[in-house]
């Protein structure tokens, strides 16, 4: 299998619930990056945690990072219609040269 | 706030010809890849370029691909005789150090 995937494929909930997205990689890195895209459209950087960082926030999103298991999640609380994308992890490992390695990613569908 | 530029935006060309994709970094970014997404799965790395020079190259950028930066500003993609499996969405990103990468809004290749 390969670094950077995320569970589940696909996850469907109602406007004001909780999503959670989980990511696991295989090698050391240097930090983990999840994005957003929208359908056919480009890559929004939603935020960057270190691997010296466990848990990071920024408005409604909540990442967390366990290096000792290799994984990490994205919590969006309170969802909204606009939340409805696609989110990827991407990996910066050691060794990388800074390239970032894409996990197959989940798609998430909130309904009104 | 800076953004990575792209054009076109799409592109349409025959198998076989030459295919030149265009990116505009953030001025002070100093790290510059390109990666592809073809319809419906993961974001793959293709290059990375750091002073004017390729970095690393994966096993997709073959002979057919180069990168340059002919004008200090300009990062360009060309890929010299297309074939029907280049058909993918080619994304330019840029990063200033050991950071957050910022991609483009994409460039969407269709070979026929």
């Known amino acids: 299998s390969q670094q950077g995937e995320e569970d589940p494929q696909a996850l469907s909930i109602q406007e004001g619930e909780n999503a959670t997205m989980n990511c696991s990689y295989k090698?050391?890195?240097?930090?983990l990056q999840w994005y957003r895209q929208n359908s056919g459209r480009g890559l929004v950087h939603l935020i960057l945690?270190?691997?010296?960082?466990r848990e990071k926030h920024s408005g409604r999103l909540r990442v967390t990072l366990d290096t000792s298991k290799k994984s990490s999640s994205l919590l969006i609380t309170a969802s909204r219609a606009a939340d409805t994308a696609s989110y990827f992890c991407?990996?910066?490992?050691?060794?990388?040269?800074?390239?970032?390695?894409f996990g197959q990613g989940t798609e998430l569908s909130v309904k009104p | 706030e800076p953004e990575v530029t792209q054009t076109p935006s799409h592109q349409v060309t025959q198998m076989g010809q030459e295919v030149i994709l265009r990116c505009v970094p953030i001025s002070n970014h100093l790290y510059f890849y390109w990666y592809r997404q073809i319809l419906g799965q993961k974001v793959e790395f293709l290059v990375s370029?750091?002073?004017?020079?390729?970095?690393?190259k994966s096993e997709i950028f073959d002979d057919q691909f180069s990168v340059e930066r002919p004008d200090g500003s300009n990062f360009t993609l060309k890929i010299r005789s297309t074939k029907l499996e280049d058909s993918a969405m080619y994304f330019c990103?840029?990063?200033?150090?050991?950071?957050?990468?910022?991609f483009g809004p994409g460039t969407r290749l269709t070979v026929l």
């Open positions: 370029f750091y002073n004017n020079e390729i970095s690393e």
């Open positions: 090698t050391s890195i240097n930090n």
């Open positions: 991407a990996t910066d490992g050691n060794n990388q040269g800074g390239k970032l390695i």
């Open positions: 945690i270190r691997s010296n960082e």
């Open positions: 990103a840029t990063r200033r150090g050991a950071d957050t990468q910022y």
